[in-house]
C-alpha cells in the first residue's frame, strides 16, 4: 500500500469528519432554545504511544445528547495474542489503520440513534471496511426505508450485489444472541473489501459515508420537535442498554480499538450518556 494512497484514505476521513460535524451543528442551532447558546463538538487531539494517533470530537447538546465523530490513524505492531486475528498479521504484525467512527445518541425518544464507520487496515494485504445502521426506539417504516434506500443507493452504484450481501451480514452481525434480537433495523456492513481495483473499492467507501451524511440529518429533522412522555425516554434509556450490551459483548472495533492501544474514551465513545436496564 502506497504512502500516497495512505494519504488520501486518511484526508478523506478527515473532510468527511468536517462535514458531518458542520451539519449536526448545524441541527444544534436549529433545536436550540431562543436565546441558548448552541452546543459545539469539543475536538481532543490524541497520540498513541506505538504511533499515530486521531481527534475525538465530541458533543453534547439540546438536540443530540451525545454525538461523536472521532478519525485516527495509527501503526505499530499488534500483540502476539491479537495478530493471528487479524487477516496477514500472522505473517508479519506490523499494521497501518485510518478511520472515521460515528455514533449519534439523539436527546428525544423519536430520533434514531445512528452508527457509520469505514476504515482501511494494512498487514501484509490491506483492505476496507465499514459500514452504517439504525437504532430507533420504535420502528418507523418510512424512516427504516428511507435509510436503506439511501445506503442501497451508494451500493447499486457499484455493484448490483453489494447491497443485499452487506445487508445480511450486517443484519448478522448487529444481533445480540443472549437477548435474541436485533439492536436495531439494519443498514449495511462490510468487511475485507479487497478487489482488483482499488480505486474502485475507495470511491464505494466514500459514496457509504456521504450517503450516511446525506440521509441521516434528514431523519433527525422529520422528528427532532416532537413531544415525547417519561414512558417513552424510559424505554429510549432501555434501548440504549441493549446497545451498551452489543458494543462491550460483541463489537469488533471496541476490541480492535483497545488492543491495539487506543484511546479507551474514543474507542468507548459509543457508549450513550445515559441507559437503563428493567
Same mark, same amino acid.
Given at each position: 500500500m502506497t504512502p500516497e494512497r495512505k494519504a488520501r484514505v486518511?484526508?478523506?476521513?478527515?473532510?468527511?469528519r468536517d462535514r458531518l460535524i458542520?451539519?449536526?451543528?448545524?441541527?444544534?442551532?436549529?433545536?436550540?432554545?431562543?436565546? %441558548?447558546?448552541?452546543?459545539?463538538?469539543?475536538?481532543?487531539?490524541?497520540? #498513541?504511544?506505538?504511533? /499515530? &494517533? +486521531?481527534?475525538?470530537?465530541?458533543l453534547r447538546g439540546q438536540v443530540l445528547e451525545k454525538a461523536g465523530v472521532n478519525v485516527s490513524t495509527v501503526e505499530g505492531e499488534f500483540s502476539e495474542a491479537f495478530r493471528g486475528q487479524v487477516p496477514g498479521a500472522d505473517q508479519d504484525p506490523r499494521f497501518w489503520a485510518s478511520?472515521?467512527?460515528?455514533?449519534?445518541?439523539?436527546?428525544?425518544?423519536?430520533?434514531? %440513534?445512528?452508527?457509520?464507520?469505514t476504515r482501511m487496515i494494512?498487514?501484509? #494485504?490491506?483492505?476496507? /471496511? &465499514? +459500514?452504517?445502521?439504525?437504532t430507533p426506539v420504535t420502528v418507523n417504516a418510512t424512516d427504516t426505508a428511507a435509510f436503506h434506500a439511501a445506503l442501497k443507493a451508494a451500493c447499486d452504484a457499484?455493484?448490483?450485489?453489494?447491497?443485499?450481501r452487506f445487508k445480511a451480514w450486517c443484519d448478522g452481525y448487529f444481533y445480540l444472541p443472549h437477548r435474541g434480537e436485533a439492536r436495531g433495523v439494519g443498514g449495511i456492513f462490510f468487511d475485507d473489501l479487497a478487489g482488483p481495483d482499488w480505486?474502485?473499492?475507495?470511491?464505494?467507501v466514500r459514496d457509504v459515508g456521504t450517503a450516511f451524511l446525506e440521509i441521516y440529518p434528514r431523519l433527525i429533522r422529520r422528528h427532532m420537535a416532537k413531544p415525547w412522555t417519561e414512558a417513552e425516554r424510559r424505554a429510549q434509556l432501555t434501548k440504549r442498554g441493549r446497545y451498551v450490551e452489543f458494543n462491550l459483548l460483541y463489537?469488533?472495533?471496541?476490541?480492535?480499538?483497545?488492543?491495539?492501544?487506543?484511546?479507551?474514551?474514543?474507542?468507548?465513545?459509543?457508549?450513550?450518556?445515559?441507559?437503563?436496564?428493567?
Open positions: 486518511a484526508a478523506w476521513f478527515a473532510q468527511l458542520e451539519a449536526l451543528e448545524t441541527i444544534e442551532d436549529a433545536g436550540s432554545r431562543p436565546g %441558548a447558546t448552541s452546543a459545539r463538538f469539543d475536538r481532543r487531539p490524541w497520540q #498513541r504511544p506505538g504511533g /499515530g &494517533g +486521531g481527534t475525538m470530537a465530541l478511520g472515521i467512527s460515528v455514533v449519534v445518541h439523539p436527546r428525544s425518544p423519536h430520533v434514531p %440513534a445512528a452508527h457509520m464507520n494494512v498487514t501484509t #494485504r490491506g483492505w476496507f /471496511g &465499514g +459500514g452504517a445502521d439504525l457499484h455493484d448490483p450485489t453489494y447491497y443485499p480505486d474502485a473499492d475507495f470511491a464505494f463489537d469488533r472495533g471496541t476490541r480492535f480499538g483497545l488492543m491495539t492501544g487506543g484511546n479507551p474514551e474514543a474507542v468507548l465513545m459509543s457508549l450513550p450518556p445515559e441507559a437503563a436496564w428493567p
